[in-house]
């Protein structure tokens, strides 16, 4: 769905860190006021169509996105906006969106996919939010067929009419990924190897002797240009070659990967030395605990992936591996591996 160049928004840092999300994905509910509610031609609660889209904006943001839409949502509105870091959801999934056309209206949940950021982190988030709504309400694994399963905006201008865009395949295209990979990375998606919950605690296996010390959970590692299959046999998509992930699961000659979550042979990934950036993070004494979130999530209270006890060791430090913005940090630990920390100096944490 095209629409104007977004004005930037600020958004207060306590609201969007206690923004309320979805057990099984990160998903930040913010919904829109004054929205009608209008059944689903099966019913409230029964869409049968994901209409997959992108937003033809490279200049704006996630929060620009919304922001927008919610000024004017009289002409157009979706359920769900998808970057590289979060998913927004602006409309109740049990309701209509307008967002394709009066016909296919009636039968689909609408997910956009936001330009500005990293695309192979956005497109992995977009696939799972994706079949996360399709295995919510029950819809089929189908892609292009018909007004069950998932559709992409230029299919239903072609075949259910009403709206005129094409999106979002040259925005896939420009990025490597045609139609036909589309529907393959939606099929992974959808049978499990790829959709799983950011919150699932990473499986740590104590690596074999002959696996080298630094392929553990946790570590991040880059996928080799020169991959060319998963464990499964599966053809490796061009997106995640180049790319970095982080650990979540060892075996003696294979690793899973968070963000794509399947499994690729030791020999087709190289561990990528942590940049230091010189800076600690100081947790103070006076903290029974705190929290770290892993990288795949927002740092929120509900993505919570467990606590350090900095009163215990009377303080703890970490040296500062990646700024995020928004006073949050990566850091590595002993025993969780490489998290995200939030330490905002009214937490009472420094960062010097």
Same mark, same amino acid.
């Given at each position: ?8 928004? /600020?958004?207060?840092?306590m ?5 309320p $999300? #979805?057990?099984?994905v ?8 004054g ?7 099966n019913g ?10 992108e937003?033809?904006?490279?200049k ?15 002409? *157009? ?19 209509t969106?307008?967002?394709?056309g009066?016909t296919a209206?009636r039968? *689909?949940?609408?997910?956009?996919l936001? &330009?500005?950021?990293n =695309? $192979? ?8 939010? *994706?079949?996360?709504?399709?295995k #919510?309400?029950?819809?089929p694994? *189908?892609?292009n ?5 998932f ?6 201008s072609?075949?259910?009419g009403?709206?005129n ?7 896939l ?7 036909v ?9 959808y049978?499990?190897d790829?959709?799983?919950?950011p ?45 970095n ?10 690793? &899973? ?7 690729? &042979?030791?020999?087709? %990934?190289k561990?990528v ?7 600690k993070?100081?947790?103070?004494a006076?903290? /029974?605990?705190w ?6 999530v927002?740092?929120?209270?509900a ?9 215990? =060791? ?14 949050v940090?990566? %850091? #590595? ?7 995200q920390?939030?330490a ?9």
């Amino acid at each position: 769905m095209k629409k104007v160049t977004m004005i930037v928004v /600020s958004v207060l840092l306590m609201v969007a860190f206690s923004m309320p $999300t #979805q057990a099984a994905v990160n998903i930040q509910k913010q919904h829109m006021n004054g929205l009608p509610k209008t059944a689903f031609a099966n019913g409230v609660g029964k869409p049968s169509m994901i209409v997959l889209h992108e937003t033809a904006n490279s200049k704006a943001t996630i929060e620009n996105e919304v922001s927008y839409m919610s000024r004017n949502w009289k002409n *157009a509105f979706v359920h769900a906006f998808v970057s590289d870091s979060k998913v927004i959801e602006v409309a109740d999934t049990n309701y209509t969106a307008w967002g394709a056309g009066a016909t296919a209206n009636r039968y *689909a949940i609408h997910v956009e996919l936001v &330009r500005k950021g990293n =695309f $192979t982190k956005a497109y992995h988030n977009w696939l799972e939010i *994706a079949v996360y709504y399709a295995k #919510q309400y029950n819809i089929p694994m *189908a892609f292009n067929e018909g007004k069950k399963g998932f559709v992409t905006h230029a299919w239903i201008s072609k075949n259910l009419g009403g709206t005129n865009h094409q999106d979002p395949i040259a925005w896939l295209q420009q990025n490597g990924v045609s139609m036909v990979q589309l529907e393959k990375d939606l099929r992974v998606a959808y049978t499990g190897d790829t959709a799983v919950s950011p919150n699932t605690p990473p499986i740590t296996e104590t690596p074999k002797p002959n696996v080298p010390s630094n392929i553990v959970a946790g570590a991040n590692v880059k996928v080799l240009p020169s991959a060319k299959t998963y464990v499964t046999g599966q053809v490796i998509p061009a997106f995640v070659k180049g790319s970095n992930y982080t650990i979540l699961q060892t075996k003696t000659d294979r690793v &899973r990967l968070a963000g794509i979550n399947s499994w690729v &042979r030791n020999r087709d %990934i190289k561990v990528v030395i942590p940049v230091v950036t010189g800076r600690k993070i100081y947790l103070p004494a006076t903290a /029974s605990t705190w929290r770290i979130y892993g990288l795949t999530v927002s740092p929120i209270k509900a993505n919570t992936k467990a606590f350090l006890k900095p009163a215990k =060791f009377g303080g703890l430090s970490y040296p500062v591996l990646k700024n995020r913005g928004s006073d949050v940090y990566e %850091i #590595q630990t002993v025993q969780f591996g490489r998290v995200q920390i939030y330490a905002n100096p009214i937490t009472g944490a420094t960062v010097r």
